[in-house]
């Protein structure tokens, strides 16, 4: 027997008149006293069974029992509806199927929730993915997601690159994150690190002779869960040999234009916009601008080194950003929260009215020349300001920026704004550590004619990485690599790892390196993010079929659990007895 004919989101008027055997879910079930109707779902899509008790007796007496959910076969003739009945919202609209047989496949339990009701709360969601799954708006996310993959792959295959499988059980690979890790039960007490990423097997493939290496790569982070983070997450990972970064980005822009092409979307223009961290630091606060508005930042320091504004004279930077309109008291006290929950002291404002006076406390002490000169075109403004270590304040006030770019409706939706950041510092501060630490990752190639600096002035040395950006998201980074293994150390050195330690910890990358290492780059973008941004989520659950909850567990399968001591034991492990469950 044949379950089916064809699918059910392919009935058609050209059909009238045919039998078929369809099969699928109950989607709603509509008893109308003698006459049944149910729309059967599958993965195509509804069609409308009828089941006429005077056709079909036996039928009848099944569809009475049928409730959502439950699976069917259904035998009959497609029929024509009445015109009154038509639904034009529906490509089976016009027609339906006169059920003669009915068969109940498989029954399902009372439902936790219903399929069509939006209010349900994300923990019932996962606890109950596969029926989560079967809503129409995943059943979609899912779809777009494969589209986007196999757009990429075919892309990525048409460019000659090679898609090579890495391990996911091996050494920690420092990306900013803590490692999961796995134990070894032949070596108890060894632990296998999973991934970060692939990047040093990806590095290395290319001194081993590939020039032109891709992967849809599953990277593991442990790190807190948010919107757009997840334990473990894909990335189209890619490394060339001998590129500039031009072509290591044009080739990110022609799978992003795939893409897009692949669902049927107009691509964003290319090239992309390139600005420096500096840059974007500078106008916008942030190191992934949403470049859909403009409200830039503007720097005052030099203008308020002499200023009785005590908190402004001895700020190492004061800079602003000038709103468009007058925000009002209980508006500037939401903004100063913001400001806070950003690490800001506070926020210290301006307002202009229609006719250009000044409102504010801090006015008083600002002189004219000042006010003059941070005085917007428009009468009717306020002026927002920052004051503390240049970075403090960038963060503040680019998170007042995207704030306000949402609340007063300033984001140009209809747009699409992609984005190169380039040139980022190779080190940064950490604070905890009280050393330089990297800011990409330790292997980072360093900007030519800084390599100096890594000693002298590690805070001024420019790296060769740089970040895709998308609408204010992030969705990826890369770098031209470090490949010469001395200049490697010296990086090591810089961070507090010793020679000792480097031969440990890297002693197979350093001799990569001085096996014949040619220049080699590349980057890796983010797939669930920017599936999620093409899909119109802003969370990445919405495009993952199993996601973890932001406390990192899994509803569904109830992972994580505790593990039996025994099994433990034979691992060389114990758990500490406030850990026992
Ligand atoms: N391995 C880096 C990351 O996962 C990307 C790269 O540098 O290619 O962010």
């Not at 982070?221 to 919107?227: F, G, H, I, M, S």
């Not at 691509?267 to 916008?284: D, G, K, S, V």
């Not at 004061?318 to 929260?337: C, D, F, K, T, W």
Request: charged share 30%.
């Amino acid at each position: 027997m044949k379950w089916r004919d064809l699918l059910a989101g392919e009935l058609r008027k050209e059909h009238v008149g045919q039998r078929f055997a369809l099969a699928g879910w109950a989607a709603t079930r509509r008893d109308h006293g003698g006459l049944v109707f149910i729309d059967l779902r599958d993965e195509s899509g509804l069609a409308q069974l009828v089941i006429n008790p005077e056709r079909a007796p036996e039928a009848a007496k099944v569809a009475h029992e049928i409730r959502n959910e439950f699976v069917l076969r259904a035998v009959g003739e497609v029929a024509a509806r009445a015109s009154e009945a038509v639904n034009p919202n529906l490509p089976t609209g016009e027609v339906e199927l006169q059920v003669d047989e009915l068969e109940i496949v498989s029954r399902s339990e009372p439902l936790p929730f219903q399929l069509d009701d939006e209010n349900v709360d994300e923990s019932t969601r996962l606890r109950y993915r596969y029926l989560d799954l079967r809503r129409e708006k995943m059943q979609d996310n899912l779809r777009l997601s494969a589209t986007v993959v196999a757009a990429i792959r075919r892309f990525m295959d048409e460019q000659g690159f090679v898609d090579v499988w890495t391990p996911n059980l091996t050494r920690a690979t420092p990306e900013g994150a803590r490692d999961f890790l796995a134990p070894v039960r032949l070596q108890p007490g060894n632990f296998f690190a999973l991934p970060q990423s692939p990047q040093l097997f990806k590095q290395t493939l290319i001194v081993a002779g590939f020039g032109r290496y891709y992967q849809m790569a599953v990277c593991f982070r442990d790190e807190d869960l948010r919107a757009d983070r997840q334990f473990e997450f894909r990335q189209l990972d890619l490394e060339l040999a001998f590129p500039t970064r031009e072509e290591v980005w044009d080739v990110l822009e022609g799978a992003v234009v795939a893409s897009f092409e692949a669902l049927g979307r107009t691509p964003p223009e290319r090239p992309f916009r390139r600005l420096t961290w500096h840059e974007a630091m500078a106008r916008f606060g942030s190191d992934k601008p949403d470049l859909r508005f403009g409200l830039e930042l503007h720097d005052l320091t030099a203008e308020t080194r002499d200023s009785e504004f005590k908190v402004f004279a001895q700020a190492p930077s004061v800079q602003y950003l000038a709103v468009p309109q007058q925000l009002s008291r209980a508006e500037l006290a939401s903004l100063e929260e913001l400001a806070k929950e950003w690490g800001g002291k506070g926020l210290a404002y301006l307002v202009f009215d229609e006719e250009g006076e000044v409102r504010s406390p801090i006015a008083k002490f600002l002189s004219a020349e000042v006010i003059e000169a941070v005085r917007p075109d428009e009468p009717a403004a306020t002026v927002l300001f920052g004051a503390d270590e240049p970075l403090k304040v960038a963060r503040v006030l680019s998170a007042v920026r995207n704030h306000l770019g949402r609340e007063l409706g300033l984001i140009d939706e209809s747009r699409d704004e992609f984005l190169w950041v380039t040139d980022f510092p190779l080190f940064e501060w950490d604070e905890d550590g009280g050393r330089w630490t990297f800011s990409h990752h330790p292997f980072t190639g360093i900007r030519l004619g800084d390599e100096d600096l890594i000693e002298s002035d590690p805070g001024a040395a420019l790296s060769q990485a740089y970040d895709m950006v998308w609408n204010g998201w992030e969705l990826g980074s890369g770098s031209i690599r470090i490949h010469d293994s001395e200049l490697q150390k010296r990086v090591f050195k810089q961070m507090g790892i010793d020679e000792q330690q480097a031969e440990e910890r890297f002693g197979f990358l350093l001799e990569v390196l001085r096996m014949g290492a040619p220049p080699h780059g590349g980057f890796a973008m983010g797939l669930e993010r920017f599936v999620a941004l093409l899909a119109g989520e802003s969370n990445i659950r919405e495009v993952v079929a199993f996601p973890k909850t932001a406390s990192g567990s899994e509803p569904m399968t109830g992972a994580p659990t505790p593990i039996a001591k025994d099994i433990l034991a034979e691992l060389g492990i114990q758990v500490l007895p406030q850990f026992e469950s």
